[in-house]
DNA sequence: ACAAGTACTTACCCTAAAGTATGTATCATT
DNA sequence: AATGATACATACTTTAGGGTAAGTACTTGT
């Protein structure tokens, strides 16, 4: 987990622009160019975490897990670890993040009518 | 106008993203947190720069006209300006520009029921 | 002569996000 | 005893985005 510097302008404008912008505030929830690809991916149902790896090949281990830890602390996704060795554990949106699908599917839509 | 380094490991990721997935070709022109203010301040017509600036009080001008450039780049804005002194510019949504209006209300939706 | 207004532009710096590489725990299997 | 599988963790580096501050052009008003 990377620390951030709360004092920092950055931090501020994001602040101001939070409390204004229901926008922003959903940007800050999926705003990466790889929490959209994997709450799209867990759509379609609870993956365990060697699947997701699979499924986005170019994602390193550390982006995954990283985001995946924000969108669960986010109460977006739902993480389920069986205490089996080795490791059996699987991720699925919550109630909240599968509200979020109609947003990437008018993203999704139109994307596919400007690209 | 910030120069890119297209061999950066970044780019390439990014590039495969937008090749396979629509969500974050969306991303890619809405996905700053300036860009979904802008063009909110524009659904409601065209502005000026000034008032552009009056109505968003935290953007620097650097961050404003930048952001603005790309969405004229991208083709989500219209740019008008009148030769006179002072200059005279006015900013409007592009037809693609009014049409990710569903995606920034989809946003908006979501986030005043999750804040 | 000089300030004021408008819409930028440019040079420089700082920070957070993303990438690279390597390490850890636990048990079953060979 | 070593290997493999799974799901992470962590130290370090790079890069793109955002911020600061100052300057430019052109004309009108004082």
Redesign the pocket.
């Known amino acids: 987990m990377?620390a951030?510097?709360s004092s920092?302008?950055?931090?501020q404008?994001k602040k101001t622009a939070l409390a204004m912008c229901p926008v922003t505030f959903t940007m800050e929830k999926i705003g990466?160019?790889?929490k959209p690809i994997i709450i799209y991916h867990l759509s379609e149902g609870s993956k365990?975490?060697?699947e997701l790896k699979k499924a986005i090949p170019a994602?390193?281990?550390?982006?995954l897990?990283q985001?995946?830890?924000q969108l669960e602390t986010d109460g977006l996704v739902i993480?389920e670890?069986r205490p089996v060795?080795?490791?059996?554990?699987t991720y699925q949106l919550s109630e909240s993040g599968r509200q979020l699908l109609p947003v990437i599917h008018a993203m999704a839509t139109w994307a596919t009518a400007h690209m």
Do not use: C, D, F, G
């Not at 994602?59 to 982006?63: D, G, R």
């Open positions: 990377t951030i510097k920092s302008t950055i931090q404008n990466s160019y790889w365990r975490y060697s994602v390193t281990e550390k982006m897990i985001h995946l830890k993480r670890a060795v080795p490791p059996y554990v």
